[in-house]
């Protein structure tokens, strides 16, 4: 089993910035990767960011350039950086882990945080 607790979400205007974090706990040994997406009302869930545990990193062609995925190990917590935010990346943020196991991988999910951004 795997927790994930995200925050740092918030109210910013357009043009602002905001970190938000995911902190993992339980059997975190056996996460290969952890993704950030985010779903706004009436829309679909959308994928923003992927880093695995090796560190290779993915964006979303909408996010790409703004937004950057890290990871703190000592911490056991995922980070998401945006800058430049817009109104349309207004949403629910939500972070999963992709965790190996012996029936093959399975997929966690927080409880998500919600940014919005002001025009």
């Known amino acids: 089993q795997v927790q994930l607790v995200e925050s740092g979400g918030g109210l910013v205007q357009a043009g602002g910035s905001l970190r938000l974090s995911c902190a993992a706990s339980?059997?975190?040994?056996?996460?290969?990767?952890m993704n950030w997406y985010r779903q706004a009302p009436g829309n679909q869930r959308e994928w923003v960011a992927r880093i695995t545990t090796s560190g290779l990193t993915n964006y979303a062609d909408s996010v790409k350039g703004r937004f950057t995925i890290s990871r703190d190990n000592a911490k056991n917590t995922v980070y998401l950086q945006m800058n430049s935010l817009k109104p349309e990346d207004t949403a629910v943020y939500l972070c999963n882990a992709v965790s190996s196991g012996p029936l093959g991988p399975y997929v966690y999910w927080g409880q998500g945080t919600q940014v919005t951004v002001s025009s």
């Open positions: 339980g059997s975190i040994f056996s996460i290969t990767a």
